[in-house]
């Protein structure tokens, strides 16, 4: 029976010189074919001898479950390969496996890697090299590996190193023009905002000295968060946690911070640093809203002055149209009569920066009718610290409890109670119907809203609260 062979190979370490010279014929007459050739009892190689067709001697032997063949013009030269085979077979040895040529690409290939390796520090085995290049050739599309990488240098940036410090200050600086407002034009970002901010991350920065920016790490945000509950108060001299509301207007100037930082490849845009557990933002505990009653408003107006900086009309108009402290002192005469009927907020004034308009009450116009003469200007032209000085005088002169926000929290109050609509108080108010519901829903009845809307500066009806009714009850 004829045996069928696989595909001949070259003779791993057996040079062409030494095959081509050896010529004479050593083999035995005796040799009996196929000869097997034992390593302690076991078959690890066999020798064919010449047939019909074939002039050479074959070895065969098995490695790494494929059947490999050599071939040797003499029976000597595949007997002496055919010792030394199942020598190596014996260790185990896979060299075998390989063609002379793959085994000097081997050999090259890891004295390559073991160049990288002094080069980087980092010990690659031949093996992940290999996979690794043909996982990537295999979605790069017929495009070789050194045209992926240069497109990448292309578009990736290079983190540079900034120390935290350095880098808020550069922030503040470059964000600084932001709170300039031009002729006629309100500011992008708010002074105050921008002053709060700055203390904050001035905060952030002096917890990590000598730390850069491409240092942080997601346990550094933790820390930091974790000590405003231990702030120390300088006036008293003790700690005091921050509220829930406080840190999560941290977390937001800290995201801006770490967004710029990207922008100037100062930090990866990978950081993940936004993903810190104490980077998520608190659910803020909402404490009673609180408002003046009508006998309040009333003796608020009662004790304002028609003086260089009035306050009467502000206070007329935060409580009976309810606009925020900020726009109240952006407001100009002409936003008071352009429209008529209405108080127009334009984008620029507005928080939202978004135009509203306001209906004038009649209370309000009754109010407002002593100073029809006032068409240009601010209602207020100090700044808001001063108006803020003004206002706490005012409240001490009317004996009326100073409630942050409380003309807007009454507007807002007494106009869903009059109403019973969410929507139409928001508009209103400029603010969201969820917001207008979840915070001001049921502080008030109609009959509380009737004398809110009704506060006037004379008599003019029987359920009217007059201003010498108020001097004599100012909590109802």
């Not at 055919?82 to 002379?100: C, F």
């Not at 659910?283 to 408002?291: L, Y």
């Not at 004996?399 to 807002?412: S, W």
Request: aromatic share 8%.
């Amino acid at each position: 029976m004829r045996t069928n062979f696989p595909q001949e190979i070259e003779v791993s370490g057996v040079p062409d010189t030494v095959l081509t010279q050896e010529t004479a014929e050593s083999e035995s007459a005796k040799v009996k074919f196929p000869k097997r050739i034992k390593h302690r009892g076991r078959v690890l190689a066999t020798i064919y001898g010449k047939s019909k067709g074939r002039d050479s001697y074959r070895v065969a032997w098995q490695v790494a479950g494929r059947r490999r063949m050599a071939s040797f013009p003499s029976y000597s030269l595949a007997k002496r390969h055919a010792d030394g085979l199942v020598k190596d077979l014996a260790k185990g040895s896979q060299v075998t496996a390989l063609h002379p040529a793959q085994a000097r690409d081997a050999l090259a290939a890891l004295e390559r890697l073991t160049d990288f390796y002094r080069a980087t520090g980092r010990r690659v085995s031949l093996l992940a090299a290999v996979s690794e290049f043909v996982e990537a050739s295999g979605k790069l599309g017929g495009r070789t590996m050194g045209e992926a990488v240069e497109g990448y240098l292309r578009t990736v940036a290079s983190v540079k190193r900034e120390d935290i410090k350095e880098a808020v200050a550069e922030f503040l600086l470059a964000d600084a023009p932001r709170t300039k407002a031009a002729d006629g034009q309100r500011a992008q970002l708010s002074g105050k905002y921008a002053y709060n901010r700055k203390l904050q991350l001035n905060r952030f920065a002096d917890t990590f000295p000598n730390t850069a920016v491409n240092e942080l790490s997601k346990e550094h945000l933790d820390k930091f968060i974790e000590k405003l509950g231990e702030l120390k108060s300088k006036s008293r001299n003790r700690r005091a946690a921050t509220s829930a509301k406080s840190r999560n207007h941290y977390r937001a100037a800290i995201r801006q911070f770490l967004q710029w930082a990207v922008r100037k490849d100062y930090l990866a845009p990978t950081h993940r640093l936004n993903e810190a557990d104490a980077m998520r933002p608190e659910r803020a505990n909402t404490a009673a809203v609180e408002f003046y009653t009508p006998g309040e408003l009333a003796a608020l107006l009662a004790a304002s002055k028609d003086d260089l900086k009035p306050l009467r009309p502000i206070i007329a108009i935060g409580g009976l149209a309810g606009l925020r402290t900020a726009e109240l002192l952006r407001l100009d005469w002409a936003d008071v009569w352009r429209v008529r009927g209405h108080i127009e907020v334009t984008a620029g004034k507005a928080k939202t920066r978004q135009r509203r308009l306001v209906e004038i009450c009649p209370a309000l116009a009754a109010w407002l009718e002593a100073f029809r003469t006032l068409t240009t200007g601010k209602l207020w032209t100090g700044h808001e610290i001063t108006f803020q000085q003004h206002f706490v005088e005012l409240c001490k002169d009317a004996d009326v409890t100073r409630i942050a926000n409380g003309l807007r929290h009454a507007y807002c109050t007494y106009h869903f109670a009059a109403n019973a609509n969410e929507n139409q108080t928001a508009q209103q108010a400029g603010n969201s119907p969820a917001q207008i519901h979840a915070h001001y829903k049921g502080l008030a009845t109609k009959a509380d809203a009737k004398k809110w809307f009704n506060v006037r500066p004379a008599r003019t009806a029987t359920n009217v609260i007059s201003l010498s009714a108020a001097s004599r009850n100012k909590t109802h």
